[in-house]
């Protein structure tokens, strides 16, 4: 099996920080919907913010187009190990 030609793909999970607010409104723009205010988790692939889960149960928003709905899952499940 020939791996030279495999991309790498790096997921990263982690807490919303001020300096998110920017790439929160665009995520939340795709879909239509608002940006999560309070604390929230997000997902990032190769260091681009691709999905946000409020800590307070809010609605999640994601990118479809690049594995959004699965970081969803994935963040749903760290915020129920950080309660």
Do not use: F, K, W, Y
């Amino acid at each position: 099996m020939d791996t030279n030609n495999t991309p790498v793909t790096r997921v990263t999970l982690r807490r919303a920080v001020a300096a998110d607010a920017i790439a929160l409104r665009r995520l939340a723009a795709i879909e239509s919907a608002a940006a999560p205010l309070g604390p929230a988790l997000v997902a990032e692939i190769d260091g681009r913010l691709r999905a946000a889960v409020p800590l307070d149960g809010g609605p999640a928003v994601a990118d479809p187009r690049h594995g959004g709905l699965d970081l969803v899952e994935l963040l749903r499940v760290r915020a129920l190990q950080l309660r």
